[in-house]
């Protein structure tokens, strides 16, 4: 099949299936451990914590492995905020419109327990800037949350500025990253973040295993999420996963290289090319300075999506919709925020592309939208 939906995850790259495999075999031991296995493991832990650490610009101590973006946007909103008794008396968080669908599900929780929740719309180009969060600052707002690179859109925030605005407030801010690491370059001092999420799927690493940054980490009094025997710090009880940790850090290596490869082909260019080419009618939806090379959102108006889909479904791997917890076919809330209406989010496709998407990959979905023009 063609794969066309890495955003949703990207296929575990081969360097790193192998080293998952020696690690289950190797690193057995618990890192918890004293004697000689359990330090090896230990060792293989901080070694890929320095890692990440080192690519971001970060303090290893200023590093907690999570099973992922999803747990890792818990702590960054609910251990932080919940945790700090400086943080008593300020019970107003932002957060963009366009952010994943565990952010809002975060928020609905924090409503319930008092705290209010503002949402910055974005600009006509689908990005957040400056200029979406200024007017919705208050002296009690805690913490501000946007994303890196949109899930949907792939279009690239300017974080950096909001960063600065948030510094110059004295206001937390948070920015999940597991679209845009390795895509694109973070270091989270210059661009004045004090909180950002990982997850390893999205760059060819294993499920199940992401990573939070926290500056000033022993500094903060944090609410675990999940209480245990003083693992990571304390902010997440359980064994820690070596073996998944291992393929972290290969997914780290070995991604950037391939994501070279990707630039190199430049599918989406190509793709936008061959509609034109070929006349059919399209909108892409997000039209940045700065976007992912891998994600395009096209609306296909004159397009019949359901037949598209349909005829299909043995050859394409295609996100239609909002695609990361049900196979449900729904209005993307992305999309809505945009302004797009209800009939042309139904004829809306996330296409995400890997490195071994080929021109005539592209050539055969452009062919299968040609057929199913209405």
Do not use: W
């Not at 909001?162 to 920015?175: D, P, T, V």
């Not at 694109?184 to 909180?195: A, E, G, K, R, S």
């Not at 994501?259 to 090319?273: A, Q």
């Amino acid at each position: 099949m063609i794969y066309l939906d890495s955003a949703a995850t990207y296929p575990m790259l081969p360097e790193v299936q192998v080293a998952v495999s020696e690690a289950f075999h190797e690193c057995f031991a618990n890192s918890a451990s004293s004697h000689l296995l359990g330090e090896v493991a230990s060792h293989k832990v901080d070694c890929v914590r320095e890692q990440l650490a080192d690519s971001i610009g970060a303090y290893p101590s200023e590093i907690v492995f999570t099973s992922g973006a999803t747990e890792s946007n818990n702590i960054a909103l609910k251990s932080v905020l919940l945790g700090s008794k400086e943080l008593q008396d300020k019970k107003h968080v932002i957060i963009s419109a366009i952010e994943h669908k565990c952010m809002f599900a975060i928020c609905d929780y924090l409503q319930s327990l008092g705290y209010e929740i503002s949402i910055a719309k974005p600009n006509s180009a689908g990005v957040i800037n400056r200029g979406c969060i200024e007017p919705l600052l208050r002296p009690e707002t805690a913490l501000v949350s946007v994303m890196h690179a949109n899930n949907e859109l792939g279009t690239v925030n300017p974080i950096a500025e909001i960063g600065e605005l948030c510094f110059s407030r004295n206001i937390l801010f948070h920015s999940d990253a597991a679209q845009s690491f390795c895509k694109t370059p973070i270091d989270v001092d210059d661009m004045n973040v004090d909180i950002m999420s990982f997850s390893a799927h999205k760059i060819g690493g294993p499920k199940g295993i992401g990573a939070i940054y926290i500056r000033d980490l022993r500094k903060r009094d944090l609410q675990p999420v999940i209480h245990g025997a003083g693992q990571e710090q304390g902010l997440r009880g359980g064994t820690v996963a070596t073996p998944l940790i291992v393929g972290f850090g290969e997914a780290q290596k070995y991604f950037k290289l391939a994501f070279e490869r990707l630039r190199e082909i430049n599918p989406r260019l190509y793709l936008i090319s061959k509609l034109e080419e070929e006349n059919i009618p399209f909108i892409v939806n997000g039209k940045a300075a700065e976007s992912l090379e891998n994600i395009l959102s096209l609306t296909l108006p004159k397009t019949n999506a359901n037949l598209l889909v349909r005829e299909n479904e043995n050859i394409f791997c295609l996100a239609q919709g909002s695609a990361c917890s049900s196979k449900e076919i729904e209005a993307s809330h992305v999309l809505s925020a945009l302004g797009l209406s209800r009939e042309l989010g139904e004829h809306t496709f996330r296409v995400s592309f890997t490195h071994e998407i080929t021109y005539q990959d592209i050539n055969t979905l452009v062919g299968a939208i040609k057929k199913a023009a209405v």
